[in-house]
């Protein structure tokens, strides 16, 4: 009773006027926070511009996922998770705030119906819409907020634990109010990043065990709920009818499917010949080359039965590449790792086995303005001035390239490129055989989970080869895959960073020294840098977009420099084909590409 009596004092001093820190309020109602700048929305703005209110409800989405699940918690390590965690939190859990896909990073009011921010970012604080509730009936109170954070923070996944740290303390106002607190010298996002977190059923996990794996289905607060499932086959989910957020700015015209399904298969190839059965609704193809070599041309294109659509995009496509393990000590060596890279010959991969379609991944911001290009200048070289002595003397003066190749599968210049620096390294050929200097073979495995970019890694393996490299291909399924890239247990594994227009925290689980040996994060490589600290710290307090983007420069830079992945490609576009009569607005193509949250069936 005495420390709740404290607690209420306490409650009661954060109340007081002249307690409460200067706040800049967002445009209430329905006014976003943005990151950066101001939000393209207006605070009485009636949906978003991609999204159609007249949209017609009714009808069945049905998908591919590649994989299998176990589980359908999606914030645990444990089980296999990865593809649930895409399925399951965006549409059967609802955030205090949601995301519009046509600007860099704003949020626009959800469960919170108005939030205010302080000028420093290290209070924010919401204001619950009474109308929210779980799927149960329940509402969705301050007391549930809490739970979540209190939980996750503790429980849950690596990035949402080290959110959770960087607060200072969350307090509940009243039943509907909740502000958190966050320690000096946190990321400026950190507020955002809050907003978007699912929020927890108290009462529900109270007799639901949070850190376990389960195939109970979690209650929630979204647009749909979790119906059928087939566990390690398929996930359906149904629309919540007379759901409490249908009508909420950011919601209007989107998810109007009554059912969505999610059909998991083995590999890339079998759910292509499903979808050609007519085993399901849309795909998203990811390999090009499959889009333009005839893999479509079957009757149902031939006759309009299925549509296949090209839909260009802005968005950010991160970085596709190679991890190498630099725990490893024969991936430690920088001068060997940029060995490993000049040895992929793009040029032939792209013209022989990807259509021509693809584009060199030559940063981990490509296809957006934080790509660093050129040299360093102005503010940017300004960040990286301090760290000049711990940097290659290259990377002030000439831009970081991946050399072209000639297309022939036999680039000599790359490959006499790539024996200098593995001689300087101290690896010397001995019988066609690249070994060290104790005579033991430069030898390692490429770890897959996906059948379907087997034949790169062969291709790639094919010119290692040539300079007395052995790699071996491992293709694993994905429980066993799950665990080894976790635990970091493989020497080079295929992964994708995925970023955004407003990089933030992530990096730091992406690339972070503090990441490299926590399980469950991504930073694969093992970067262990004071410098690629110092610019993902510069990028999280980056106050203005030029700002944000000299500091996204200096440390795709520095990753580039050190390397730490062999870059792949990308595509520039999205590759959609479905069947039957789906609607979506074709008058604006939102920054980050396809959004099926705002399709909607025209089958009667």
Known sequence: MRIARLL????????????????????????????????????????????????PKGGELRQAVVGSFDTLNPF?????????????????????????????????????????????????????????????????????????????????????????????????????????????????ENPLVVAMQPILSKAWYSSHPFDQPSLDPPLGAGPYAIGAVDAGRSITLDRVKDWWGADLPAMRGLYNFDTLR???????????????????????????????????????????????????????????????????????????RRALIL???????????????????????ANSALAATDTPQGAELQLLEPFRDQLPPQLFTEPYTLPPSDGSGRSRENLRAAQAL???????????????????????????????VQRIALAYADQLRR??????????ESAQYANRIQTYDFDLMLNTWISTLSPGSEQSRYWGSRSADVPGERNYPGVKSPVVDAMIKAVNAARSQEELQAAVHAL?????????????????????????????????????????????????
């Not at 006027?17 to 990151?35: D, R």
């Not at 009757?299 to 596709?320: I, K, N």
């Open 8 to 55: 209420l004092r306490l409650a009661l001093v954060v109340l007081l006027p002249g307690a409460l820190p200067a706040v800049a309020q967002t445009q209430a109602p329905g006014g976003g926070i943005a990151m950066h700048g101001e939000p393209k929305y207006p605070a009485d703005f009636a949906h978003f511009a991609y999204a159609d209110p007249a949209a």
């Open 76 to 188: 645990i390590i444990g089980g296999q998770t990865d593809q649930v965690r895409l399925i399951v939190p965006p549409y059967n859990f609802a955030s205090l705030m949601t995301r519009g896909w046509d600007e860099p990073f704003t949020l626009y009011p959800y469960v919170a119906e108005r939030a205010e921010m302080s000028e420093d970012r290290r209070t924010v604080t919401f204001w619950l819409n009474p109308k929210a509730v779980f799927h149960d009936g329940t509402p969705v109170t301050a007391d549930d907020v809490i739970f979540t954070w209190q939980t996750q923070g503790t429980k849950g996944l690596p990035n949402t634990r080290a959110l959770y740290e960087a607060m200072d303390g969350i307090d509940r106002i009243d039943d509907r109010t909740v502000r958190f607190r966050f320690k000096e010298g946190g990321a400026r």
């Open 262 to 336: 999610f059909d998991f298969y083995l590999d890339a190839d079998t759910a292509l010949e499903a979808f050609k059965a007519g085993a399901y609704t849309l795909r998203r193809e990811r390999d090009a080359e499959k889009w333009v070599s005839g893999a479509y041309d079957f009757p149902a294109v031939q006759d309009g039965r299925v549509t296949m659509l090209t839909l260009p995009h802005s968005r950010p496509v991160g970085m596709m590449g190679f991890a190498m393990n630099t725990r490893r000590p024969i991936f430690a060596d920088p001068r060997v």
């Open 343 to 365: 040895a992929f010959d793009f040029e032939w991969v792209n013209k022989t086995l990807l259509g021509g379609q693809y584009k060199r991944n030559d940063s981990y911001f």
């Open 422 to 452: 593995l001689a300087e390294a101290g690896w010397t050929i001995r019988d066609n055989v690249l070994v060290d200097g104790s005579g033991a073979p430069f030898r390692f495995e490429i770890l897959l989970q996906n059948k379907g």
């Open 467 to 476: 300079l007395g490299i052995q790699a071996s291909i491992r293709l694993v």
């Open 556 to 604: 795709d830079r520095v990753l580039l420099w050190g390397n730490y992945v062999v870059p792949l490609y990308y595509l520039d576009r999205d590759y959609v084909a479905y069947w039957g009569n789906l609607g979506r607005v074709t008058t604006v193509n939102p920054t980050y590409g396809t959004v099926l949250e705002a399709w909607w069936s025209n089958d009667k």
